[in-house]
């Protein structure tokens, strides 16, 4: 894998981050020779970490970054923060599970990719002596922009991102794998597996059709008019604008209809 540069905001350096454990993202300008630049604060949450491109484009609100968006060309880093204290060898086999899952994620996103005929993802380690000495593990995201076109998308992208580090989504090999892709919920699920299992029955429905639900306005306005509590899930549950609301609830209607008279084909 690749290895690039990371310049950090002084205010936001993962060092001074308080928290540890879970996955955490930050925007990233496009590189020079090499080395990325921080653009923005980090998120636990997907969804305010989305939200970053309402706060561009809202024109009632000063951007308080350095550097603005791109929407070019989609870039990002995913952090993972342990406790300094934790030993060599732990954290050196804590990295190697993070290594295994970024590789489960751009694989099923590299299918997902294939199937729509968009850019594939491509992933980098950030090379730093200073992040390993504080226990801080980092890789860069390089997608298509197409995953950035709404707010929606954006959020399934980085749900599958996550998911992967379940055991259940890191065997596909292909489109057919993830189709047939069916997990039954545990007690302790994260949200994550929960939003996943409304999700599923739905998302080729939408990927199907994304070109009608998310390609018929620009970047700036699906994010304009949307916060960054407008993700996935909120689609699936029917919250949505009025256009890609109702578009949406047609594919629904057709995936449900479809799947109700096969139960009564085999009920019968």
């Not at 850019?119 to 226990?135: A, F, G």
């Not at 599958?160 to 892709?181: A, C, G, H, P, V």
Request: proline share 2%; net charge positive.
């Amino acid at each position: 894998m690749k290895k690039v540069k990371i310049n950090f905001m002084i205010n936001n350096h993962p060092t001074t981050a308080y928290s540890y454990g879970g996955v955490r993202f930050s925007w990233l300008t496009p590189p020079k020779k090499n080395t990325f630049s921080q653009i923005t604060n980090w998120h636990s949450c997907r969804e305010t970490f989305v939200g970053e491109f309402n706060k561009l484009y809202n024109k009632n609100r000063k951007w308080p970054y350095k550097y603005e968006l791109s929407i070019t060309h989609m870039r990002f880093m995913v952090m993972h923060k342990y406790r300094s204290h934790m030993a060599v060898k732990s954290f050196e086999s804590k990295c190697s599970d993070n290594f295994k899952w970024i590789k489960h994620a751009k694989r099923i996103l590299n299918i997902l990719e294939k199937y729509l005929g968009w850019r594939l993802t491509t992933v980098y380690k950030c090379s730093n002596d200073e992040l390993i000495r504080h226990k801080i593990d980092i890789f860069v995201i390089s997608g298509s922009a197409k995953w950035l076109r709404s707010p929606q998308l954006l959020s399934l992208y980085l749900l599958i991102l996550r998911l992967s580090k379940d055991k259940n989504f890191q065997t596909q090999k292909n489109i057919e794998d993830i189709k047939k892709l069916n997990i039954c919920l545990k007690d302790d699920d994260s949200r994550d597996t929960l939003f996943w299992k409304t999700l599923r029955p739905y998302l080729f429905g939408i990927l199907d059709n994304v070109n009608d639900l998310f390609f018929y306005q620009s970047t700036e306005n699906s994010h304009k008019n949307h916060n960054g509590t407008h993700g996935i899930d909120k689609l699936i549950k029917g919250s949505s604008n009025k256009i890609t609301g109702e578009i949406f609830c047609k594919i629904k209607n057709n995936i449900d209809n479809k799947k109700n008279k096969e139960k009564c084909k085999n009920v019968h």
